[in-house]
């Protein structure tokens, strides 16, 4: 599907954040902000949603101790038991001061690469894939507010140039991009 984008570029943070303030303001729904840097206070203009990626490291940490134990249970327990200085190992709970290091070690590991997994999948950048930032520059030295004509019928992309050339953008084009998967 394509549609009709305009891509407003400015050089300073501030007059980008400024601007889509300006915009929310008058009911501009603005699409992305790309940028070289987090800009503080564009999530809460642009009202993006919180994220829930500590919800998910905190199940992926509880899945990784639970293995952990029971690797450690297996291992030292039941499959190999052995007595080191007469104190054999009978239960995890007699055991499990000396299995501390190593799950927590475990439950890091498993909740870094399922978050790492859980990221890919949520935003769609799965190694290997194609950027969909339509301007390379805003990875080094501009940030890049994109405006979707069709989500914001009633307006005109001629308007909002003239606005955002007043609002400090350096340069504002239109362009026709391409979204697969919206």
Request: include cysteine; hydrophobic fraction near 40%; proline fraction near 7%.
């Amino acid at each position: 599907m394509s549609k009709a984008t305009l891509l407003a570029k400015f050089t300073d943070p501030d007059e980008c954040l400024h601007a889509c303030e300006h915009l929310v303001k008058k009911g501009i729904k603005v699409r992305e902000v790309y940028s070289p840097f987090p800009i503080h206070g564009i999530d809460a203009v642009l009202s993006v949603p919180k994220t829930r990626i500590s919800t998910a490291a905190f199940f992926y940490g509880a899945t990784g101790t639970t293995l952990a134990l029971l690797m450690m249970w297996y291992m030292n327990v039941q499959d190999w038991p052995m007595d080191i200085g007469g104190k054999p190992s009978f239960t995890l709970l007699t055991n499990l001061p000396a299995f501390i290091p190593v799950g927590f070690e475990i439950t890091v590991l498993i909740a870094a690469h399922g978050m790492i997994a859980t990221y890919f999948f949520a935003t769609r950048l799965f190694p290997g894939m194609p950027a969909k930032n339509p301007e390379p520059r805003s990875t080094n030295d501009l940030f890049v507010v994109e405006i979707v004509g069709d989500d914001n019928p009633g307006t005109t992309l001629n308007d909002l140039k003239s606005d955002l050339m007043n609002h400090g953008a350096i340069e504002c084009s239109e362009d026709v991009l391409r979204y697969e998967d919206q």
